[in-house]
Structures are given as C-alpha cells and as structure tokens.
C-alpha cells in the first residue's frame, strides 16, 4: 500500500490539475459561446447571398462562368487545411489532419499544394516531411472576414488563371453541440447544387440591371469567399466544443482519481492506527 505522505501528495496534485481543467472548462464554453454566436450571425447573409445567387442562375439560364469551369489542362489542385494552435482539444486536430492526409492518399488529380492553417497541423506535416506551400498561424480564435478573403481571392486567382484544377478545404464542420464532422469540401469550380439552390419557387420574373452575367462576376466570387469565412467559423465553433468536452472529461477523470487516493489514504490511516493499538496491545501484554 502506497505511503501516506505519498498519498496526500497525489490527492493535492490532482485537485490543482481539477481547478486548472475546470477554469480552462469554462473559458472553453465562453469563448464557443461567442463564436457559435458569430457563425449564427452570418447565416442570414450567407443564405441571402445564395438565394440571389440561384435568383441569377436561372434567370441567366445555362451558367458558364470560370469559377463553375474544369481546368483538365491544369496539373495541379490546392487543399487548404484549418486546424488549432492550441492543443487539450481532444480529437479535433486528429481527425482533421487524418482526413485531409486519407483525401492526399486516394486524390487522382495528380499533385496537391497543400496550405496549412494552425500550428497543430503545420508541426504534423513536418513530422510526416510533407511539404507546404503555405504555413498560417496567424488566424485565432475569432476569425475576421478580411482575414480569410486573402485565402479566396489567392485560391480563385490560380484557378481562373488556370494555374490548379480544384480547390479543396479540409476542417470540422459545426452540426450541433454532440455533433461535429471532418469534411473535405470542394471549394472550387462551384458544383452547380452550390450555385443553384433548392428548387420550387421560383416563378417570378425579375428586370436585372446590369444583366444577370455581369452580375454573377461579381456574386459568385463573394459566394467563395463566404463559403470559404463560413468553413473559419465552423472549424472554431468546432474547435471549442472539443476543447469544452476534453476539460470536463478531464475534471470529472480528476474528481474520480481524488476520490479514489482519498479512499487509499483514509485505508492506509485505518491501518496505521491499527497498527500501533496493536503494538500497544502487545506492550501491555509483555509487561503484565
């Protein structure tokens, strides 16, 4: 049985580890609060922009725009992969980095340049000696549209200058608070249910000005680019949960470790005492 010296060491040792797992709990659930808030708070825009944008469409009838083309003459395709700069987050970065390295396996589309956002995944990609194109660390925990349109508007030059065939982006994506998925979604060229939306309802007629092309130059970008924020803002929302759920589940394995040396030491103090009535038992017994 362990010493109690050595028990009462461990118990205190646990409890701080539980107050530093229970404060960095709940900064977590703060800061998932205020994303899950501003990924809320672009949906509007988001749903508003491809409405207009399937508006367009159909009333420009058969779309041919650069950003819906395939560049077969391109040799090469961009994969941009978010993950954290911090870690205690759970399986989040795991699962990230494992999907998009599962897509680099099985891609047929030749080469891939590979741009990685967040230190967890940048580390792991050297360890691996993968090379990156591009290494970003610079994107936090509240990510900025003017920080992320720099991302689309490089991605959407290469392709419409023909320089890579697609554009990929591996992150987590946010379906609820028990529920969040590692995706590889094609970015670029724009699959037509993208741009098209749902259907049904759309029997009115509308007077464009400019036309419903000129247009769609410039909504269709901005329908990258916010797709492009939207995968940001998803990936952090995603991230917090994780780290959320990894701080209780090391809180409540800390209360569980602390109840258990409690119970030890109160055993071995048991014993202790036992132990020394019996010595005096004995005493007693060798002087009478």
């Known amino acids: 049985m362990a010493n109690r010296r050595e028990l009462v060491k461990r118990r205190k040792a646990a409890r701080n580890i539980r107050k530093i797992t229970r404060t960095m709990q709940l900064i977590a659930t703060a800061r998932f609060q205020a994303a899950f808030n501003r990924a809320v708070a672009t949906k509007p825009y988001s749903e508003k922009l491809a409405e207009l944008v399937a508006d367009l469409s159909r009333a420009a009838g058969e779309t041919d725009h650069p950003l819906m083309r395939t560049n077969d003459s391109a040799e090469r395709s961009a994969l941009l992969v978010i993950t954290s700069n911090r870690g205690l987050c759970g399986g989040y970065n795991a699962n990230v980095l494992r999907t998009a390295v599962q897509y680099l396996e099985t891609v047929e589309a030749g080469p891939v340049d590979v741009h990685m956002v967040g230190q967890k995944g940048i580390n792991y990609f050297r360890f691996l ?66 741009v098209e939306g749902e259907e049904g309802g759309g029997s009115a007629s509308y007077e464009f000005s400019p036309e419903p092309e000129a247009l769609l130059n410039d909504l269709l970008p901005a329908s990258v680019r916010m797709r492009l924020y939207q995968c940001f803002t998803d990936a952090v929302v995603s991230e917090q949960v994780a780290r959320m759920v990894a701080m209780k589940a090391a809180t409540d394995a800390a209360g569980d470790m602390i109840t258990t040396l409690t119970r030890q030491y109160n055993r071995a103090r048991q014993t202790h005492i036992t132990m020394e009535l019996l010595d005096i038992i004995g005493g007693v017994g060798a002087l009478s």
Do not use: C, W
Not at 147 to 163: T, Y
């Open 129 to 194: 000696d993968r090379p990156l194109v591009e290494a970003r660390t610079d994107i936090g925990d509240s990510p900025k549209f003017e920080e992320v349109e720099p991302f689309a508007n490089a991605l959407i030059n290469q392709f419409v200058d023909g320089e890579i065939k697609s554009a990929h982006v591996a992150y987590m994506r946010f379906q609820s608070t028990s529920r969040q998925s590692p995706e590889i979604m094609q970015l670029l060229p724009l699959r037509p249910e993208a």
